[in-house]
């Protein structure tokens, strides 16, 4: 072996982080450009990350590879149900995001049950799937745990489990935003349809909901919290419930579109008006919200940025600690199902 091996191997194999460093760029950046399946870049970037990765003498780890990157090309994608809209638009971006990595997704729905969860992981890798999406994640469940336990390459999309590698929208900005638009227009008698407590999307968005009341000074009133799910048929028959308190509220604010569709609905069905009578904000801005008699304010996520860095983090063969939980911010869309509350008589 001669001196320069010698160096070399005095030095350790070159990875990812290395050619970033110099190149200035990130990891993903690097990998994406040297990743020999996707169309070559001729871009000055690309050029000089290319240029860098042979100066440092980068040679991809195929084994390593082969694991994020996948054998079969196909990528396994969990959810509860594809009847929620919510979940077909994460489906619908996660396929997009996988092809352009070449990859293929298959997708298997669960109904949100975890050992449901569990039949549908085993039926994907028994097909060979190179690594799986989860949108179902659980507070308080071993599932994930499990998983990591056997080696199998996995990431959260839409919620987190605090430690597993995901891809999220910051729930807690998004509820923060709904009820501080509603705060802005005078509201202070504000009810929130909340979500199931195991998700932590739903949870962050309530813990937003408290954060703009205790912003502008508002205790936080328990009467005016109805627990529901992420169903029309749930959301109707909580804001059923909420409006015969006394006082009623000027405002709601459901933690999901459906549920605010339901809302819409029972609110009619006591002959009152959105939002004459009653102000009412969604969450996700799925596409039937903006095209109903009274289109509804919602709260925009960004199903497309989750999607490609779920994809990201799963592909990826070096993820630094800072890194494994990714955010993205969603986005108050107003609309004509709120306004000031009106005087009283």
Partial sequence: MDQADEGQKDRGRVTLHDV????????????RMLDERLPRSDSDKAR??????????????????????????MIGVIVPRLTDTVMAMLYESLAKAAARTGNFTIVATTGDEPDADR??????????????????????????????????????????????LASVGDDRLGGYLATRHLTDLGHRQIGILT???????ARGRVEGYRDALREIGLEFDPSLVVPSTFSIESG??????????????????AVN??????ALSAIAHQGLSVPEDISLVGYNDIPIVSRLSVPLTSVRVPFDQIASAAMDLLTAEEISTDDRIRVATPTLIPRNSTTRPSEPD
């Fill in 119 to 164: 039949r549908a992981a085993d039926m994907l890798l028994r097909r060979g799937v190179d690594g799986l999406v989860l949108s179902t994640a659980r507070e308080g469940d071993d599932f994930t745990k499990e998983l990591a336990k056997r080696d199998v390459p996995f990431v959260l999309a839409l919620r987190h489990n605090g430690s597993s």
């Fill in 20 to 31: 970033a460093r110099a190149a200035g760029v990130s990891k993903s950046t690097v990998s």
């Fill in 257 to 262: 579109d459906n549920t605010a569709i339901g």
């Fill in 236 to 253: 109707a028959e909580a804001a059923e419930l909420l409006l015969r308190r006394s006082p009623q509220p000027t405002a709601i604010f």
């Fill in 195 to 201: 979500g199931p407590d195991f998700a932590t999307s």
């Fill in 48 to 73: 000089r990350v290319r240029q860098v990765a042979a100066d440092l003498g980068y040679v991809r780890d195929v084994s390593a590879a082969s694991l994020r990157r996948g054998k079969t090309g």
